[in-house]
């Protein structure tokens, strides 16, 4: 039995060489290649046997991704890939350079089911949900193209976290192995648009990462008309899990909130989304919506922005207008595949 030798952690890998007989040491040294040096192919890992590096080739073939697409933003640097997976579908990964470093904004599945009425990686439609090692090898490709060392990750790309929970999990615990690359749980954000009982079983570890709740509206009749979500698990029930969260972690909770002209950004709007997040140890971030083509919704003036901070403000909520990177080059999740897909089917 073989599996994807990305997604294995340590002591899987040395169970695995150990059954076909390979020397427990070489586990580590081929643990430390993938997950430290980053290499790309078993022909980097200088200090094996030219023999064990055929076996393994064969027995664990790399499925490591390939930058089918590279984009460059003129305004902020930005840089926005697309990948491709070892089976041909495509993902996107955005890299961001901020005062702290670097932070990678990562897919977990290809596409997604969730439906929100705004984002374009439901428009490009469900396919599949990465393994572990299809997540951490955004971050290592991305890491050795740039030749930067990526020090945050954020969990906002494509697909929805928590409906990829187990791969999602294993992602976290490799990427924050010390044998590893090593990034600190404190610098992963995981997004999710509430689906409450896995933020319930997120709740159980204890980790130190920072949940972002994708709310977008805080009433159940606007929130249902963009979140389909919400119809399974409405407003009031998702802040409810959040205040638990709170209470139990101790940790800040992000509430996105995109800013949709007309629709989302009324004083109405803000008074009760202030009312709604009262107490609670929480930051509101704005994020004025990227316009996606297919899509009707266009985003809120920078006036009307201001006026909607001001509100959550007077209330004593701490709210950000987040800046908007790489809006030259379809920074936004999903924009490239769907490009990327139709260019495809118009070319047969
Ligand atoms: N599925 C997860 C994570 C992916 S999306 C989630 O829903 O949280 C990351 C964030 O970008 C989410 O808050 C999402 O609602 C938001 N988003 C999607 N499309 C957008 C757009 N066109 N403009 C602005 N924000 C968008």
Redesign the pocket.
Known sequence: MTADILSLTLEELTEQFSVMGIQKFRAKQVYEWLHKHLAMSYDEMSNLPKALREDLKEKFPLHNCEIARKQVSKLDNTVKYLFRLHDGDFVESVVMKYKYGYTI?VS?QVG?K?G?A????TLGGFKRCLLPGEILSQLYCAQHDLGERISHIV???????L?NYDNVMRFLSLVTDEKGVNISMRNISL????IVPKIEELLQKHLQLTL???L?APSDELRSKI?PINKRYPVDELLNICRKYVNETSRRISF?Y?MLAGVNDSDECARLLASKLKGMLCHVNL??????AE?P?KPSSPERIERFVEILGKSGINATVRRKLGSDIDA????LRLKENKNRSKGG
């Open positions: 904004c977990t997604c969730m929100c705004f984002c374009a990686s969990l906002m790309g494509m697909g929805e976290p409906d997004s999710t648009c509430g972002s709740i994708s977008h979140m996105e995109s994020i004025p919506v990227n316009e996606v899509s919704f936004s999740c999903g924009q």
